[in-house]
């Protein structure tokens, strides 16, 4: 790891930071991210690092803290204040085919590594070092970790065509991971997915649903803030998305 800083904090809580080139942008910009091993005491509290910008990859958590960038911004949906598009309406109604198992117990089947392939293949095609990367550790990764992760499987008749990992907090899910059978991109499937999670975090009493990284300059990124309203996390604070925006 590069200029990796790695301290023993308060019982056996450990932090360290790594600087690549940033993955989201390819004008030579330096990513600095931050990772944690939490204390076990303090995983139940996974709400609170989720309302500091954290996210989750296995059973560590990490978060930007870019010194001389803030494209990368988290953002929230408030999920009873949600009110749905037009746009996202239709996507609805584009879907009305699919069925949505929700699992407790995350796995990882051959299926599933063969439709994560196949999404990586076509909606990666550019970035040589997801072609290359073994699937399986970065799947585990998604799939295992923490004691609360939810799967949520996507099915068109009897063929699974989309998997979402989601992680369950306190008073919150966080959105990790989508993959999909791209043959079906017609059915918008990342909206799709979205807003089935923000059904889902309703049936469960959750307050908010996180979404990741918000980035007004990466395509990719960018439709996020087209769920309303949302909340974005700035100044280590989090303050309503302007609408209009």
Not at 46 to 53: I, P, Q
Not at 186 to 204: C, H, N, T
Request: glycine share 4%.
């Amino acid at each position: 790891m590069t200029e990796n800083q790695l301290k023993q904090k308060t019982d056996t809580e450990i932090s360290f930071q790594e600087d690549s080139t940033c993955p989201y942008f390819d004008d030579g910009r330096t990513s600095s991210i931050e990772y944690l091993i939490p204390a076990k005491k303090r995983i139940p509290n996974f709400h609170e690092l989720l309302s500091k910008g954290y996210r989750r990859i296995g059973s560590v958590f990490y978060r930007n803290v870019c010194k001389t960038c803030s494209a990368c911004i988290p953002l929230r949906i408030e999920v009873e204040k949600f009110q749905l598009s037009r746009s996202q309406k239709r996507t609805i109604g584009k879907n009305k085919d699919i069925r949505v198992e929700v699992q407790r117990r995350p796995s990882i089947t051959p299926e599933k590594v063969v439709l994560y392939d196949k999404y990586i293949a076509v909606k990666h095609k550019d970035d040589k070092k997801e072609e290359t990367r073994n699937p399986l550790p970065f799947l585990l990764a998604m799939h295992s970790g923490y004691d609360h992760i939810i799967e949520m499987d996507y099915y068109c008749g009897g063929k699974l065509i989309a998997v979402g990992i989601v992680d369950e907090a306190a008073d919150s899910l966080s959105s990790n991971y989508f993959y999909y059978d791209t043959d079906h991109l017609d059915r918008r499937p990342g909206v799709f997915s979205i807003i089935q999670e923000i059904y889902l975090a309703r049936k469960m009493g959750k307050r908010y649903l996180y979404l990741g990284f918000y980035i007004e300059e990466n395509p990719k990124m960018r439709y996020k803030k087209l769920f309303r309203p949302n909340q974005i996390y700035r100044d280590d604070q989090w303050q309503d998305y302007l609408k209009g925006q």
